[in-house]
Nanobody, 129 residues
Framework: QVQLVESGGGLVQAGGSLRLSCAAS????????MGWFRQAPGKEREFVAA????????YYADSVKGRFTISRDNAKNTVYVQMNSLKPEDTAIYSC??????????????????????WGQGTQVTVSS
């Protein structure tokens, strides 16, 4: 079992930046590939970014590529997403997730929320125009 707690959300103007953090409990954090997903009101959950066990592989949604950067610090049991050049359409609840079930991690696996076993409660990001 792993528990995930997100932080760092808030209200920011368009063009601004935020860094979200996701802190994980347990001593096996490095065993889990991690993903960030978001859900806006009235919309389905969508993939944002993902990172492999060691951070050697990262994946991004086309809508955030070049603006968001995912990273992880296994010594601190934390995964981050640095969000720059924020747009009003980035407004959503952002959740991190961990997967314990996969043996191989590539884009088709990383982008599907059904492949993740543990989820945080989410943190609200609001971007004003």
């Amino acid at each position: 079992q792993v528990q995930l707690v997100e932080s760092g959300g808030g209200l920011v103007q368009a063009g601004g930046s935020l860094r979200l953090s996701c802190a994980a409990s347990g001593r096996t954090f490095s065993s889990y590939p991690m993903g960030w997903f978001r859900q806006a009101p009235g919309k389905e959950r969508e993939f944002v970014a993902a990172i492999s066990w060691t951070g050697s592989s990262t994946y991004y949604a086309d809508s955030v590529k070049g603006r968001f950067t995912i990273s992880r610090d296994n010594a601190k049991n934390t995964v981050y997403v640095q969000m720059n050049s924020l747009k009003p359409e980035d407004t959503a609840i952002y959740s991190c997730a961990a997967t314990a079930r996969v043996r191989a991690y590539y884009r088709e696996i990383a982008t599907n929320p059904l492949n993740y076993d543990y989820w945080g409660q989410g943190t609200q990001v609001t971007v004003s125009s």
